[in-house]
């Protein structure tokens, strides 16, 4: 006949916190193992797809982490995907750009 397996918390119900798989001991007793929830990659704010660079972390494990092991090295690196953040550069320029030739033709007309 199969060994009765208890729960070692207070918690009964099968609940996403509540994660366990059987285990053997070396004494041969089946015993619950508490699985901890899985993280998730980091996505952009633009664009919505997974950050490369970046490890699925739970928050609590992101507190104790480093700086390094929590972003990329570039502008908005950790938040961006390296696309999106080369059309914002891109666009900024741009817009730039279209000031200075509006200034341009102001000047000129006033001539």
Not at 54 to 65: D, E, G, H, T, W
Not at 73 to 83: E, L, V
């Amino acid at each position: 006949m199969a060994q009765r397996v208890t729960f070692r918390r207070r918690l009964s119900y099968n609940t996403q916190s509540n994660r366990r798989k059987l285990s053997k001991t070396p004494g041969g007793k089946l015993v619950y193992l508490y699985q901890k929830k899985q993280g998730t990659v980091p996505s952009c704010g633009d664009c919505h797809i997974k950050l490369r660079g970046i490890k699925a972390m739970r928050p609590k494990k992101l507190m104790s982490v480093s700086r390094r092991q929590k972003t990329v090295t570039r502008p908005y690196g950790g938040s961006r995907c390296g696309r999106c953040v080369r059309e914002r550069i891109i666009r900024a320029f741009l817009i730039e750009e279209q000031k200075i030739v509006a200034r341009v033709i102001k000047a000129n007309k006033k001539q």
